[in-house]
């Protein structure tokens, strides 16, 4: 293990790594902002360096500083969190240059994962279903046309280099999809340098499902479980819960075993998210992976009762995976709510300012994971998220009800403030998700005034969507491992019982 390590990243998320290295006898060196200077993290450190002023790209984002810093207190790793540079191969890269284990994937495989037109081609040859459309990216107009005839309307232009929810129009005519693909690529180009899109078909009414997986340095891999994050606004996560409710055990074990294929297939190591649309017929179809810790992971150390940020730290110091397939049983139901300063009657507004009043919630099997105190000035520079409340019970039932007491008891108050708990509430009281049939499409009916006279609405079924025949685009084979004439091999993964995993 290492003797030091460099949280690059700020907020509940360096608390959380803060946290870890300190239960796990790792000293801390804690790099932040002029306007984080008197933050938590900071505050409990065992070193800490001033990076930049508040803007971002001159402090969390600025890979050099960083480096820098991580080079005079003699720290041996760099842990990014989430967000910032927790993707950025480049960084890793320079990360490796000078001499620093960055907590993640390897470069190569990084750079691979974030550009969403390789990573489809690198998941097909894996086996793992794609939503229909162009495996490829679509350089002209008329070739995303003849796509979208292909595959039929809604469909979605998606930028290659896209994240985090940005880089996507959803296109409902083949009036609409010349301007939105001009519109897609020029947006692309500004956020990500990179103007590439590519074009399938807009699962109007999928749930969102993700697979947790944790891969080791020798080739050694396990899942733990699936976690639905289907109530979205505008691709953002609000709430989630481990595992996926409602999905037929077979679908549950499908969506487990292709995402731990789909990992090892490509060199993954560390912490990772694979991430799939499921449509009503149960349908599954890879939308991407993410190479790193995520904010939702509270939920399955909840029911699996395995610290993820330890187990990254461990795999990042090149031990072997200390836990088996056979090893990992969900027990109980979690569910997160994500607190987001912002005013929902405002169409979701940030509403920073100095929290006056600040009590977290407590009891039985409830979980704040918070970087906010009374005093603290939650700044208007950076992401909105506040504090994550995650609650567990024997069953999905007991652990929504736990978890509406809990926002119940959350007073968060200052001149200006605002978080997103009632419309968090509003979310937990409603009949389709109650009963585990909400979709992507939740918080858009919820925000939507009923014309008048019209039914109480609810989640229509998805679009049926036939996933056209294509041949795997040729991609290289980026492990590290690779065999000269293109083999990759994969140790095997232990066998576990039928459905070991799952929850009964």
């Known amino acids: 293990m290492f003797d030091k390590l460099l949280i690059a990243n700020r907020g509940e998320i360096a608390l959380r790594v803060l946290r870890a290295c300190r239960e796990l006898g790792v000293r801390t060196v804690v790099v932040h902002s002029s306007a984080d200077a008197d933050s938590l993290p900071v505050r409990l450190a065992d070193e800490t360096v001033r990076i930049g002023p508040a803007a971002s790209r001159q402090s969390y984002l600025n890979?050099?500083?960083?480096?820098?810093?991580?080079?005079?207190?003699?720290a041996q790793a760099v842990h990014p969190g989430y967000g910032f540079l927790s993707e950025d191969a480049d960084f890793a890269e320079i990360c490796a240059e000078n001499g620093l284990t960055f907590v993640g994937p390897p470069p190569q495989v990084m750079a691979a994962l974030a550009d969403k037109s390789t990573a489809r081609a690198l998941m097909s040859r894996a086996g793992l279903p794609l939503p229909p459309g162009s495996v490829r990216t679509?350089?002209?107009?008329?070739?995303?046309?003849?796509?979208?005839?292909?595959?039929?309307?809604?469909?979605?232009?998606?930028?290659?280099?896209?994240?985090?929810?940005?880089?996507?129009?959803?296109?409902?005519?083949?009036?609409?999809?010349?301007?939105?693909?001009?519109?897609?690529?020029?947006?692309?180009?500004?956020?990500?340098?990179?103007?590439?899109?590519?074009?399938?078909?807009?699962?109007?009414?999928?749930?969102?499902v993700e697979v947790q997986v944790l891969c080791d340095n020798h080739g050694n891999g396990i899942h733990l479980g699936t976690r639905d994050c289907s109530v979205q606004r505008r691709h953002q996560k609000l709430i989630e819960e481990a595992p996926a409710p409602a999905l037929r055990p077979a679908t549950l074990d499908t969506l487990a075993e292709t995402a731990l294929r789909g990992a090892l297939s490509v060199g993954f190591t560390?912490?990772?998210?694979?991430?799939?649309?499921?449509?009503?017929?149960?349908?599954?179809?890879?939308?991407?992976?993410?190479?790193?810790?995520?904010?939702?992971?509270?939920v399955t150390e909840?029911?699996?009762?395995?610290?993820?940020?330890?187990?990254?730290?461990?795999?990042?110091?090149?031990?072997?995976?200390?836990?088996?397939?056979?090893?990992?049983?969900?027990?109980?139901?979690?569910v997160e709510c994500r607190v987001n300063v912002e005013d929902p009657d405002r169409d979701f507004a940030p509403a920073p300012g100095r929290l006056d009043r600040f009590r977290p919630p407590g009891g039985p099997f409830t979980r704040v994971d918070t970087h906010g105190h009374v005093g603290y000035l939650v700044s208007p520079h950076y992401?909105?998220?506040?504090?994550?409340?995650?609650?567990?019970?024997?069953?999905?039932?007991?652990?929504?009800?736990?978890?509406?007491?809990a926002l119940g008891e959350f007073e968060v108050a200052g001149p200006g403030v605002r978080t997103t708990i009632p419309f968090a509430r509003r979310v937990l009281r409603d009949a389709a998700f109650r009963a585990g049939r909400h979709t992507t499409a939740l918080v858009d009916r919820l925000l939507t005034p009923p014309a008048a006279g019209a039914p109480p609405a609810v989640d229509a079924p998805p679009v049926a969507a036939v996933v056209p025949a294509a041949e795997p685009a040729p991609v290289p084979d980026i492990r590290a491992d690779a065999d000269p004439a293109g083999r990759t091999p994969v140790t095997a993964v232990p066998a576990a019982g039928p459905n070991a995993w799952r929850n009964p």
Request: aromatic fraction near 6%; charged fraction near 25%.
């Open 63 to 74: 890979a050099a500083a960083i480096v820098e810093a991580a080079r005079q207190t003699g």
């Open 383 to 405: 992401d909105s998220l506040l504090a994550k409340v995650a609650v567990w019970a024997p069953d999905r039932d007991g652990a929504l009800d736990r978890l509406d007491r």
């Open 270 to 298: 560390g912490a990772g998210t694979v991430e799939f649309l499921v449509d009503e017929a149960e349908r599954c179809h890879f939308l991407e992976i993410n190479c790193r810790i995520q904010v939702e992971h509270p």
């Open 138 to 208: 679509l350089p002209t107009a008329a070739e995303a046309l003849e796509v979208a005839a292909e595959v039929g309307y809604p469909v979605i232009v998606k930028a290659a280099a896209g994240g985090g929810g940005r880089g996507m129009t959803v296109v409902r005519s083949a009036t609409e999809l010349p301007r939105a693909y001009a519109r897609t690529r020029a947006a692309a180009q500004v956020a990500f340098g990179d103007d590439r899109v590519y074009v399938e078909r807009y699962l109007a009414d999928a749930r969102h």
């Open 302 to 334: 909840l029911v699996t009762g395995i610290d993820l940020v330890h187990e990254q730290l461990h795999v990042a110091a090149g031990t072997p995976l200390r836990w088996r397939q056979e090893d990992v049983r969900l027990r109980g139901v979690a």
